[in-house]
């Protein structure tokens, strides 16, 4: 079978990681199939910001109504923020397939990965857009997801059926 094909067939959500963090060049490797992405009329509107500290993750249990100690990345050593410019008609669509992209070559990689939500909630707070603002991203940005990484602890999920009327 096609190496591609099998990747997203075998790709599975991971929601425990272990701490240790990823080499940069596989974190790279990550991070350029992601700029691959396809977008609407090539506008390339999504921008990518990795995240090694658990200061988004006490933000996105606050917006889940969770205490601060509570980890809704399931201790990832990485978080890839995936947000784009509100200003394109096909931001969404963009963002959610650097999202893919992201998650499959992780995969490809030995890496688990999760998309996680609330990146929309968290950088439309003021905490959210000043963060933008320190890493000098302007512009009308919306969050459109975080792809948590990092090594699986323990087994991978086993894959749900695919539904009979699927196509």
């Known amino acids: 079978m096609n190496e591609i ?5 075998t790709r599975r959500s991971i929601r425990k990681f272990k701490s240790d963090a990823l080499p940069q ?8 199939a992601g700029t691959y992405a396809p977008t609407g009329m090539a506008a390339q509107s999504p921008v990518i910001i990795a995240v090694t500290n658990k200061e ?8 889940m109504g969770k205490p601060e100690d509570f980890d809704p ?14 200003s394109r008609p096909t931001h969404v669509y963009d ?16 890496i688990g990965s999760c998309w996680i939500h609330r990146a929309k909630e968290t950088f439309e707070s003021e905490e959210g857009k000043n963060i ?25 999920p086993k894959a749900h059926p695919i539904k009979d009327n699927y196509v």
Request: proline fraction near 1%; glycine fraction near 12%.
């Open 56 to 63: 988004l993750s006490a933000m996105n249990a606050k917006i």
């Open 73 to 86: 990345f399931y201790n990832a050593p990485v978080v890839l923020v995936v947000l784009a410019d509100k």
């Open 132 to 156: 933008l603002k320190e890493l000098g991203i302007t512009g009308d940005y919306e969050g459109i997801g975080n792809c948590v990484l990092g090594y699986a602890d323990g087994d991978e």
């Open 95 to 110: 963002g959610s397939l650097v999202m893919g992209n992201l998650m499959l070559a992780a995969h490809s990689e030995g």
């Open 25 to 32: 060049d596989v974190l790279d490797r990550i991070l350029e």
């Open 5 to 9: 094909i099998e990747n997203m067939k």
